[in-house]
């Protein structure tokens, strides 16, 4: 079974810029996640989908984050405009059911300089 | 307030030593505690779950504890390889909210 895969692994933009961030569920899992993973911290979630609707996107900074999963399967993370902040990796985790599941990807690796 | 604390922050043992790494939890209501080990560059794997009644688990030379009364968990590697060197994260699942801790580092040196 394939695992959750995510593009790019790595990015380094500068603040202002935007970016992009792809992320490929395992097949079946309707529940999907992105989170922010800062250096020496545990995973913060930024957004949870349940096929193409949204559950849980209190902590995602609506300014300048945005996240879509079209048809219920692959999703996309948007920062427009970066921070310095906002250098972390961003993982994608999926789950058949409920969020104790979880299986993750590799995780992008964002820096902004 | 909702948090779950690990001690120690990082942690070095030698190679084929045994270590136990700490999750202390201030979660209400309680629903299960989880152990995942992150290795450098990947994304979390789970080694272990634990609901209110199951005081141990282990999964190969990982043995999870959990006292629901004093709201404390703990991980006790054996034997360690190099392979374990990793985070390793304990998170509170408190009615489907999962509260994550800031993890404890863990390098095994030969």
């Known amino acids: 079974e394939a695992g959750v895969a995510q593009s790019p692994r790595y990015k380094i933009i500068e603040k202002r810029q935007s970016v992009a961030f792809w992320c490929n569920p395992i097949?079946?899992?309707?529940?999907l996640y992105w989170y922010q993973q800062i250096l020496g911290q545990g995973p913060k979630l930024l957004i949870q989908?349940?096929?193409?609707?949204?559950?849980?996107d209190s902590q995602l900074p609506k300014d300048r984050f945005s996240a879509e999963r079209l048809k219920g399967v692959d999703s996309t993370l948007k920062i427009q405009p970066a921070k310095l902040e906002d250098s972390a990796v961003y993982l994608c985790?999926?789950?058949?059911?409920?969020?104790?599941?979880?299986?993750f990807g590799p995780g992008t690796r964002l820096t902004v300089l | 307030k909702n948090q779950v604390e690990q001690s120690p922050q990082s942690l070095i043992i030698l190679e084929g030593k045994n270590c136990t790494l700490q999750?202390?939890?201030?979660?209400?209501?309680?629903?299960?505690l989880r152990w995942y080990k992150q290795d450098t560059g990947r994304g979390p794997v789970s080694l272990t779950i634990m609901t209110f009644s199951e005081n141990t688990k282990s999964n190969g030379r990982y043995t999870a504890t959990l006292d629901a009364d004093t709201k404390q968990s703990s991980l006790h590697i054996t034997a360690s390889q190099l392979s374990d060197s990793a985070s390793y994260i304990c998170v509170v699942n408190s009615n489907y909210q999962l509260i994550w801790g800031a993890g404890t580092k863990l390098i095994i040196k030969p």
């Open positions: 989908f349940q096929n193409n609707g949204v559950v849980d």
């Open positions: 097949s079946g899992h309707a529940t």
């Open positions: 999750c202390n939890y201030t979660v209400s209501p309680f629903s299960n």
């Open positions: 985790a999926s789950s058949l059911i409920g969020p104790d599941t979880q299986y």
